[in-house]
């Protein structure tokens, strides 16, 4: 579907409760909670005063991710972007290309988002950015981010961008022009490996961490499983391409909370500058 107009509704909420807490309160104390733990971790001053351009960040609930989440929207807040764009894959409707959030606010339990809706249309004229309402409904890859994005961008507006069939090499152009400019911060969104043992998990995750620490096209494809590879291998790409650098923030498993080492899923947080 090709929009015409701003869909007048709010995107609601949909996965509160489930992936995150019903309650703003909850969320802080969530964050507060991400942060005295951060706030432990002795980082060098030179990785602190780094300013990444965009960032990848896992999507499960909060209590398996949250704080690898968490690592890269302290270092992203540094930007003090205008605008921020979200990148998922689409994990509940099947459609060709890439959609675009053409609502006018974005719900969370914190307050609503306002969509730069002019922008998303100017984006839309140089790509090919459609509009696949069942796409963005219940889509919890790109909703996760967004309490982070309220709490960290509380005047920042955003674009949430959901792809299903697509390639990287279609999606990072778009990446590369996002980063052009200054105003931008872009997110991407990615699990990891899921359902393998503990020991089976780290094996394919490494090759994800190996890819995006050396932006490494070639691992990459040595069996990185993650759910938003299209996602991560654009983001490499419109990288390289920019001549920016990576690094690694975060990595751990669902067995990190659950303790269930037969059945895990992986999370990675790292940025780009």
């Known amino acids: 579907m090709n929009p015409q107009t701003v869909n007048s509704a709010t995107r609601k909420a949909a996965v509160r409760g489930s992936f995150y807490p019903q309650e703003c309160s909850q969320i802080k104390a969530y964050f507060e909670k ?31 991710s949250g704080f690898t989440a968490n690592f890269a929207y302290r270092f ?17 409707h099947y459609f ?14 914190c307050g ?15 790509f090919d950015i459609g509009f696949e309402p069942k796409a963005h409904a219940k889509e919890h890859s790109t909703e996760v981010q967004m309490p982070f994005i309220k709490h960290y961008f509380p ?8 792809y299903s069939d697509t390639t990287a090499k279609t999606l990072a152009p778009l990446i590369t022009a996002l980063l052009q400019n200054k105003d931008n911060a872009v997110v991407i969104s990615s699990d990891l490996s899921h359902f393998h043992s503990l020991e ?27 759910c938003g590879l299209i996602g991560i291998k654009a983001m490499m790409l419109a ?11 975060d990595y751990r498993t669902s067995a990190d909370t659950s303790e269930d080492s037969s059945s895990v899923v992986g999370y990675m947080s790292a940025m780009f500058y």
């Open 34 to 64: 991400f942060n005295r733990s951060f706030d432990e971790i002795t980082i060098s001053e030179e990785v602190q005063n780094i300013v990444p351009r965009a960032v990848i960040v896992p999507h499960a609930g909060y209590i398996y």
């Open 76 to 92: 992203l807040k540094h930007i003090k972007a205008k605008r921020i764009i979200i990148i998922g894959p689409s994990h509940h």
């Open 239 to 249: 990288a390289i391409q920019l001549k920016l650098s990576s690094k690694l923030l």
């Open 96 to 109: 060709q290309g890439i959609s675009g959030s053409y609502y006018e606010k974005y719900e969370t339990p």
């Open 200 to 226: 089976e998990a780290k094996a394919f995750d490494e090759n994800c961490l190996r890819a995006v620490a050396n932006l490494d096209l070639d691992a990459l494809a040595q069996g990185c499983e993650a």
């Open 155 to 162: 005047q920042s507006k955003i674009i949430e961008l959901i």
């Open 112 to 126: 609503e988002l306002e969509i730069d809706s002019p922008y998303l249309f100017a984006l839309a004229k140089q």
